[in-house]
């Protein structure tokens, strides 16, 4: 068992075009957020613009989604033009090579990952009793205060967690569970969960 904490201090916040973004986790963490210098990055973003245009990332699949205010995307490829309209927590997949347009304000959560990766991700109010699976990374970033179970075969683990902290953690050999409460009603998101694992095929 392998099990991180993150807390919100240990994140690195930059400025970009449009207001602030926050790198929450960096793999392999000698990479750099450069293309080709990383496998996959979560981050959370300060949309501070009513119009901004995305930085290209060819080579790269992403995931977005806005967690507060609607937001609408427009990703332009050489075949064709989509427009999405978002709710808050809606999650909107895409290619890094498009050519992606927002409009709206928002502060909003991205993943980044090579095709080698496939992640998914989603906002809960409340996990119980999650089984986590070998050779799988999850991540859960926390949105409100809460409190995080990690039962293995070894031990149990709690721990306090305060929104802006990140968990992670991954299981080589066995099965373990995870649970996390918080005082959130049960409609609204507590919790953002990242899943990453590498394709069998790359290997």
Known sequence: ???????QNDHQTSRWSGGETTQVFLYPPTGKYEPGKFDYRISTASVEIEESTFSALPGYKRLLMSLNHPLELTHESESFTVNKKMKPFEVDAFDGADKTKSVGKCQDFNVIFKPTYTSEMSAVSTIRDRQLLPCVRYFYYMLV???MTYIDQEE?????????????VEESRTISMISIESHQPQQSPATVEVVVWKNEKSL
Do not use: I, P, R
Request: charged residues 25%.
């Open 156 to 168: 149990k683990h709690v721990a306090k967690l305060e929104a802006g902290d990140c968990v992670m």
């Open 145 to 147: 205060d809460g409190v």
């Open 1 to 7: 068992m392998s099990y991180h904490l993150f807390k």
